[in-house]
């Protein structure tokens, strides 16, 4: 076995992200949750407010848990205690560097340990990860592969099963101090909840992919032979079918190859054209009675200025372009769309139908929003009116859906809050409709 030096050990590797690639960080708090959605009943992302979520902060405080580790040294077998090592460094996101120096420390004070030098043997790492990697516009993309996921999930298959998988894509800031961020591609089972979600690949730079093919092609190519054939493992047939594309409005439109969600030909169902506002200075959407778009007049190119680009998506078999990406995100479109520039507005008299709230009233808003005691199940408290810019979607969907009904009426005025009220109402009606289906 050969050392590995320390400059072999960047410092900037954990453990657990070499070593389990397969996993997504816990405090990625992106989760699946089921919300029925027009004749698909899909399944949505809930995110704590944010589009993205940040990685965990490698941890190395748990001395007690690494001493009564050491403790045990002579009194179990090496395998266990090996394998108790390698627990932890994985628990606490033991850097390399440090697991090594600790692997040096323990093998020059016990003769008989039978420990590695190297912290990646300990870990059993993944090897030629390199060969995985690659260059594309924007960043680098590694790949992981749906059919590595299974084989791994699905290691003691022994009946032919089928499964229906929702594919995630998002990004992901790494560093609050720097514009790197993660494009992962995540999949789920549908029905399965006790299958964690998979790493299908995972796209690495300092903005998102600039071009959605390269991208998109490993995920594709693999696709379409396991959409064809399945999978087998253990002799038995795994039988896959994509049941739905779970994103954001910007990773949608993206994904698809189409313009924005904001844009004058930005509905992803139907052929509605917008108008900008210069009142308001937005979009908006004046006629609602427009034919639906549909996979075969998408895939014939006919929406005019909605395409933007080709997306290799439109490979797979058997996937319908427009109803198998849903729609669902009132995070971009509610609650950091329509509730953030309400209040702006009221605030600036941006929206070109009030006049601007007077410094008093702006005042009392504020007051009324940081003296607000909240229900001890929303763990959020809200911040003045000043910080309309870095809220968070949570602190607004907070305001929509139980403090601004409260606290607005005696601010705003009547007009006006009649048009907030309708919102509310809308929005609940809506979430009501929902849940009956
Ligand atoms: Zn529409």
Redesign the pocket.
């Known amino acids: 076995m050969l050392a590995a030096s320390e400059e072999d050990l960047s410092s900037s590797e954990t453990a657990a992200e070499l070593e389990n690639p397969c996993s997504i960080p816990e405090a990625n708090d992106c989760q699946f949750s089921s919300t029925n959605l027009d004749e698909k009943s899909s399944t949505s992302f809930e995110e704590d407010g944010s589009s993205f979520h940040s990685w965990s902060e490698p941890q190395f405080h748990d001395d007690e848990h690494l001493s009564a580790i050491l403790e045990n040294l002579n009194n179990k077998p090496m395998e266990k205690f090996s394998d108790n090592l390698k627990e932890w460094a994985l628990q606490y996101n033991i850097r390399h560097k440090a697991l090594g120096k600790l692997l040096l420390l323990l093998r020059d004070h016990y003769d008989d340990v039978n420990l590695p030098i190297d912290p990646r043997t300990l870990l059993g790492s993944p090897k030629n990860t390199g060969s995985r990697c690659s260059s594309i516009s924007g960043g680098k993309y590694w790949h992981q592969g749906l059919g590595n996921c299974l084989r791994c999930t699905f290691k003691d298959l022994s009946s032919d099963i089928s499964i229906q998988l929702n594919i995630n894509i998002d990004g992901v800031p790494l560093h609050k101090s720097s514009r790197a961020q993660f494009w992962p591609i995540l999949a789920n089972i549908h029905g399965m909840e006790h299958v964690k979600p998979m790493v299908i690949g995972i796209f690495c730079g300092q903005t998102k992919p600039l071009d959605v093919t390269e991208y998109l092609s490993p995920f594709v190519n693999e696709m379409i032979p396991l959409l064809q054939n399945g999978q087998t493992i253990n002799g038995c047939k795994i039988k896959i079918n994509i049941r739905c594309f779970i994103c954001d409005s910007p990773a949608r439109a993206f994904l698809k190859g189409v313009v924005n969600f904001n844009g004058i030909h930005g ?6 054209e917008g108008e900008y506002s210069y009142i308001s200075r937005t979009v908006v ?1 004046p006629n ?1 009675h ?1 034919a639906l778009r549909t996979d075969t007049e998408f895939r014939r190119k006919i929406y005019g200025k909605h395409h933007k680009e080709d997306s290799p998506i439109l490979k797979l078999p058997g996937f319908d372009i427009i109803k198998d990406i849903v729609i669902a995100d009132p995070l971009h479109l509610l609650e950091l769309g329509v509730m953030k520039r309400c209040l702006i507005g009221w605030r600036d008299g941006s929206l070109g139908f009030t006049a601007k709230l007077c410094g008093r009233e702006i005042e009392k808003l504020s007051a009324a929003l940081t003296s607000m005691k909240l229900p001890l199940e929303i763990h959020r408290s809200m911040r003045g009116i000043d910080c309309i810019a870095f809220r968070k979607g949570v602190e607004l969907r907070i305001f929509l859906n139980y403090v601004g009904v409260v606290i607005l009426k005696d601010i705003l005025d009547e007009r006006v809050y009649f048009h907030f009220l309708l919102l509310f109402a809308e929005k609940n009606s809506f979430q009501l409709n929902q849940k009956k289906i």
Do not use: A, G, V, Y
Not at 267 to 272: H, I, M, Q, R, Y
């Open positions: 509905c992803l169902k139907c052929t509605t959407f609602i427009c």
